[in-house]
């Protein structure tokens, strides 16, 4: 299978042979087509071995990662994401073609999967009930994720909650993490059995390296759980640890902010998220130190009946 065509905002692509690969990632069956060899061998290490032909199932999503314009090898070869209709992001330098690929994914769940009500929060879970962490870009979600996950939490996700609005559990996404400038050392000094990939400097994001999921998180990637806890993190130097309860009223509409499609589902989004709020304890949480916060959050009350 070749790919060949024309990128709108970087003129004529590579004409070159496309290896496609199929990955379960939670409930979703994604393939990806690439002729980059180093990002191959970066999608089997972070998601396992690719699966084998699987023509009685519905691929959700199929992307591609390619070579950018010929011109463009000598001085500055790029790499170009696309899905079956567009490139939605300008191309991305070859050397990043594994964080294009990750934002590229980001972007096809967030625009299509509404069979669920979609949370931008980290998720974990402990004996079967989840703890949902949403909150804006630089509130430290990814490192506390991060830093759960590492601590015996199973990771469900690191950017998407995806609840269920018939049923009310969430899926899991086990996908890899991806820590940003600081972050990366305080994981690697918070766990040194942290399994980082390669890092990605001068991204549009700063400097990036994922975190791999663990072991167990990939495995168990088809048990749902149900919500029990829903902390807000914001991370500040120097700031003690507190939490501090919220009433549903206000939980709600801070959790309804921090959905990517609240308002498209409607009132189907409003039940679910109105089951989701009286189903869990819910809290704000400020922290300037990781060990503190991972602390508190192991203690928590136990789930509403």
Not at 285 to 303: I, K, N, R, W, Y
Request: net charge positive; with cysteine.
């Amino acid at each position: 299978m070749t790919a060949r065509g024309t990128d709108a905002r970087s003129g004529p692509v590579r004409a070159r042979t496309a290896f496609w690969q199929a990955y379960r990632i939670g409930p979703f069956l994604i393939q990806v087509g690439s002729s980059i060899r180093d990002l191959r061998e970066q999608l089997a290490w972070f998601y396992g071995s690719p699966l084998g032909a699987r023509q009685a199932e519905i691929i959700q999503f199929n992307v591609r990662v390619l070579h950018g314009p010929l011109y463009r090898r000598p001085f500055a070869p790029q790499a170009v994401f696309k899905t079956d209709t567009e490139a939605p992001f300008a191309p991305f330098p070859l050397s990043h073609a594994f964080p294009l690929l990750e934002w590229g994914l980001n972007w096809c769940i967030a625009m299509r999967a509404h069979q669920f009500l979609m949370l931008h929060a980290g998720v974990v879970e402990r004996d079967g009930r989840a703890l949902i962490l949403p909150a804006v870009p630089g509130s430290g979600k990814s490192t506390l994720t991060a830093a759960l996950a590492l601590r015996g939490w199973r990771l469900l996700s690191d950017e998407f909650g995806l609840v269920d609005w018939q049923t009310g559990v969430i899926h899991p996404l086990p996908r890899p993490i991806p820590l940003k400038n600081r972050s990366i050392p305080v994981i690697r000094a918070f766990s040194p059995e942290a399994e980082l990939g390669p890092l990605f400097p001068k991204t549009r994001k700063g400097d990036v390296a994922h975190l791999r999921p663990p072991g167990d998180s990939r495995q168990r990637q088809h048990e749902t759980a149900r919500p029990a806890w829903i902390v807000f993190p914001r991370f500040r130097v120097g700031a003690k640890m507190r939490l501090a309860a919220l009433p549903d009223s206000l939980a709600f509409a801070r959790l309804s902010q921090n959905s990517f499609n609240y308002r498209l589902l409607g009132a189907s989004g409003f039940q679910a998220l109105e089951t989701l709020i009286r189903g869990c304890h819910c809290w704000s949480a400020d922290f300037g130190e990781l060990d503190a916060m991972v602390t508190a959050l192991d203690q928590l009350p136990p789930p509403k009946s």
